[in-house]
């Protein structure tokens, strides 16, 4: 079970870090990422992280601003957002995958969190 937290309402140009925390089985092998849905979007993703060597991937969209990192001892996995956008709002879901690879496919996740809205005011 993945359970994510952290977001709120920030204006554009704040930070914010989200959580996300796996209870119920051991995470700390899998490869974990975030994922964003916008209203009347497509699931997108945005950064995953490997559980041994911290290797990660991004998406264009966000590169150079959001930061993944993992704490396997606590299970968590962080994603740290600065210089918010506008087009950043979205729901932000992490998920969980019993792999090697950092994929950016979303069915590619066996598991996944309940979603933290974020959403970035102008």
């Given amino acids: ?18 959580s996300c ?10 490869v974990m990422a975030w994922f964003r849905q916008a209203p009347g979007k497509e699931r997108e ?4 992280i490997t559980w041994s060597t911290f290797s990660t ?12 990192s993992r704490d396997n001892a606590k299970n968590t996995v962080y ?13 932000y879901y ?3 995958t019993n792999s090697v690879f950092l994929y950016t496919e979303p069915e590619r996740y066996e598991y996944w969190g309940q979603g933290t809205l974020v ?3 102008s």
């Fill in 1 to 18: 079970q993945l359970q994510a937290s952290g977001g709120g309402l920030v204006q554009a140009g704040g930070s914010l870090k989200l």
């Fill in 21 to 30: 925390v796996a209870s119920g089985g051991t995470f700390s092998r899998y």
């Fill in 45 to 48: 993703f945005v950064k995953a």
């Fill in 57 to 68: 991937s991004t998406s264009d969209s966000v590169k150079g601003r959001f930061t993944v």
């Fill in 79 to 91: 994603l740290q957002m600065n210089s918010l956008k506008p087009e950043d709002t979205a729901v």
């Fill in 94 to 96: 992490c998920a969980a």
């Fill in 119 to 121: 959403t970035v005011s």
